[in-house]
């Protein structure tokens, strides 16, 4: 498996329990949802899918997926989950969070792309998004 010079960053395991109980409790901003399409919504934890509905496709603070089951948060950290080679596109933030950059794969290797990002020295990280309606998937970080 190829490494690279930064590492993948999931959700912390206590904000996704939170969510979870936010959910199970009926908190008006958590609810589990039905799944309605097997490569639809990533779960923001262990990094692999999860069928879940869409949340505003341009909101920064729109809804963050998360299996509603117990899941293991992605350790590889240093290795490019394999569930999003494709159908993502990244963009490049600096410190104050302004978007620098955006490239998508395009059909060549995320790791590219991502290393091509960061060699702005702007770029404070990268988030992985989905290609079509720019959900949040997970951030990229310099090693
Ligand atoms: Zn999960």
Redesign the pocket.
């Known amino acids: 498996m190829r490494t690279s010079n930064f590492r993948v960053v999931p959700l912390k395991t206590e904000v ?1 329990e939170a969510a979870r109980r936010g959910a199970k409790s009926g908190a008006s901003d958590h609810r589990a949802v039905a799944v309605d399409s097997p490569r639809g919504y990533p ?6 899918w ?1 069928a879940i509905p869409p949340g505003n496709p341009y909101s920064e603070t729109g809804p963050i997926f ?2 509603e089951q117990p ?2 948060r992605y350790a590889a950290t240093a290795e490019y989950p394999s569930d999003f080679r494709s159908g993502r596109v990244f963009r490049a933030y600096n410190s104050k969070y302004d978007m620098i950059d955006a490239k998508p794969v395009n059909g060549g290797e995320p790791e590219t792309v991502i290393e091509t990002l960061l060699q702005n020295p702007q770029a404070a990280f990268v988030d992985a998004r989905s290609a079509d309606r720019g959900c949040y998937t997970f951030r990229i970080e310099r090693i």
């Open positions: 996704v779960c923001r934890h262990c990094l692999r999860a998360v299996h899941c293991e």
